[in-house]
């Protein structure tokens, strides 16, 4: 069903969503759109993960930088833990053991690039859709598909976020991708979404 040599065409196909998937999706963009708009949301992940996180730019900002080369589970994990704590204040150590105890990969060195990020969001704290590029260049462990999760997360819809699955999908490899292929990727996919009217 996924793949060009079964339907025939060159294309990828998208196979049926089923309706409490495609409700599960418009919500979340409800609530994407609530924390780009507001700054704090409630993100209700049921019915694939019982969890609730009430999510900040400043925790999504960390969530997005804990999910590089990690699961999405302990990202949410460890930002669920960061729910009453004082950002301002927090420090590497604490990061560090936050980020171990949910089960992120390579806790030490996110560890410090959350505490860069949280230090000079302040910058960004009045416009919270820097361009991608900007997110990139400022915030240390932050790629285009990181930098591209945290904008769609507050609501932004014209990013991709380009994992490896879905660039393997879409036929890149993922090992060599420049900015140049990510861009050409992105449009690729909108291409689809639109075709599949998403």
Known sequence: MYSSEISGSTEPRIPEVPEYALQAIKRRVREFEKLGKDGIARFDFRPFLDLEVEAKVETELAFCISTANSSARAGLKFQKSLEDLD????????????????????????????????????????????????????????????????????????????????????????????????????????????????
């Open 87 to 198: 950002l301002s204040k927090i420090d590497v150590e604490k990061l560090e053991r936050l980020l171990k105890d949910a089960g992120v990969r390579f806790h030490r060195k996110k560890a410090y690039y959350i505490r860069h990020a949280l230090e000079n969001f302040a910058s960004f704290k009045d416009d919270w859709r820097p361009d991608r590029d900007l997110l990139v260049k400022e915030f240390y462990g932050l790629g285009l598909k990181e930098a591209s999760h945290f904008l769609r997360n507050l609501g932004e819809k014209n990013v991709a976020i380009l994992d490896r699955h879905i660039l393997r999908w879409l036929g890149y490899d993922h090992g060599s991708l420049t900015k140049k292929r990510y861009a050409e990727a992105e449009i690729k996919l909108q291409k689809i979404a639109s075709e599949c009217k998403l």
